[in-house]
């Protein structure tokens, strides 16, 4: 008998489908506001500087789909800093008013300080500054931490999945050690990069005894740890429910050795569901992705390394933002462009993750999370 072989999705060889957002007819001055079809406003834009990784974090870029053989996005196809400040301004002219560098890792980016500075002279649509950061994951942040507040950065995310260092090492897949990271962090918080938060991805049965430790050790420190639920992003991860440790239990394994409360959120739409230590030891968040969507306040838009926009972090299909910024298109049109985008956006894949039917839809073709972004 001979097996009928299927192939599976190839990683290596695909490019995500795009189409190019056409520019509406009619166009109008942008007001700083546009909604989406449930009302939603755009007001948070994470870009992706490059699909490159220093890390083989297990849950995001596993070694044997991010091998040596794989095909990373090539220097010609990056959208330039100067094509990145132009989409920023436009974006903010939407009311976009916090803006996100990531990737991939974003510090490996040469000369990342740069694109800061251009950002951070960035006004938003009322006059403020915008909010900028950017997440990493430490390795070169001790070296790079005073150029980038040097160059207007304000604030720092670092990832940091377990204290215990065997357990980091064994995440990261590339050896690297808890104590370079805490170096980064150090470092970050020496030069006024404030406030601090630390992002730890809980795997149930792989980190999920850190939560506690993770605690102990950042208590009292000003920094925030966030606890984010282990996400289906993109097809390669192997993500299955059941290693999937809900919040709520990540909130009660913590609140048995040190008790919290629960605080009200900074903003309509943030991620984090924010908790206090009831001594007074600084505070907690939990970003409940899996188990308790949050999608009726989604304010995200993501810009890939190469310009495509993403209105998910589950598509499977994006905006070539770049075949318009190329085109001999003016900020008017660009900005129409991008608005009408939006104002069709209907997107809710985790209200709707609990039906097969749709994860099985797009299982395999969803975008990664090292090409898009966290
Ligand atoms: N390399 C940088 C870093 O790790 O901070 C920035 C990019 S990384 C893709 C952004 C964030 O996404 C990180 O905090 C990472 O832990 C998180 N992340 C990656 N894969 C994830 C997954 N499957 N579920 C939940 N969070 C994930
Ligand atoms: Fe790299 Fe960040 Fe993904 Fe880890 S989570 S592999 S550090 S992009
Ligand atoms: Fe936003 Fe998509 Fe996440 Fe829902 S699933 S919160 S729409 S990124």
Redesign the pocket.
């Known amino acids: 008998m001979t097996d009928t072989v299927i192939p599976i999705f190839d990683l290596r060889d695909h490019r995500y489908r795009s189409m190019t957002p056409s520019i509406p007819e009619k166009l109008v001055e942008p007001s700083g506001l546009v909604a989406d079809t449930r009302a939603r406003p755009l007001h948070d834009l994470r870009i992706s500087v490059t699909d490159r990784?220093n890390?083989r974090?297990v849950?995001?870029m596993p070694k044997e789909v991010f091998d040596k053989d794989y095909t990373f996005l090539p220097h010609s196809e990056l959208l330039s800093f100067e094509e990145i400040e132009r989409t920023a301004r436009l974006f903010v002219s939407l009311g976009v008013e916090k803006i996100r560098l990531?990737?991939?890792?974003?510090l490996l980016r040469k000369n990342i300080e740069k694109l800061v500075e251009m950002l951070a002279r960035i006004d938003t649509v009322s006059g403020k500054p915008l909010d900028l950061t950017l997440?990493?994951?430490?390795s070169l942040l001790a070296r790079k931490a005073q150029s980038l507040r040097d160059a207007g950065l304000r604030r720092v995310?670092?990832?940091l999945?377990a204290i215990d260092d065997v357990t980091f090492r064994r995440m990261n897949d590339v050896d690297f050690a808890v104590a370079d990271v805490l170096h980064g962090i150090e470092t970050a918080q020496a030069v006024g990069l404030a406030p601090i938060k630390v992002?730890?991805?809980v795997k149930r049965g792989t980190n999920d005894a850190e939560i506690v430790p993770m605690a102990r050790h950042f208590r009292g420190s000003g920094i925030i740890v966030r606890y984010?639920?282990?996400?289906?992003?993109?097809a390669s991860?192997h993500?299955q429910m059941d290693e999937v440790l809900p919040s709520a239990e990540v909130v009660r394994r913590i609140d048995e050795v040190f008790p919290l409360e629960a605080v009200q959120a900074n903003y309509a739409g943030e991620t984090a569901e924010r908790w206090r230590y009831r001594d007074g030891g600084g505070e907690i968040g939990v970003i409940s992705?899996v188990t308790h969507a949050f999608c009726g306040d989604c304010s995200r838009i993501r810009l890939s390394t190469e310009g495509r926009l993403y209105l998910c972090l589950f598509a499977t299909e994006g905006y070539d933002l770049r075949a318009l910024l190329r085109g001999d298109y003016s900020d008017l049109q660009v900005a129409n462009a991008i608005a009408q985008v939006w104002q069709g956006r209907t997107d809710n894949y985790s209200e709707q993750r609990s039906n097969p039917a749709v994860r099985q839809a797009r299982a395999e073709r969803k975008i990664e999370?090292?090409y898009i972004?966290?």
Do not use: K, Q
């Open positions: 990784c890390f974090c849950y995001c990531t990737g991939g890792e974003p997440t990493t994951n430490a995310s670092v990832s999945d992002n730890m991805v984010i639920e282990f996400m289906d992003v993109g991860n993500w992705s999370m090292s972004g966290g």
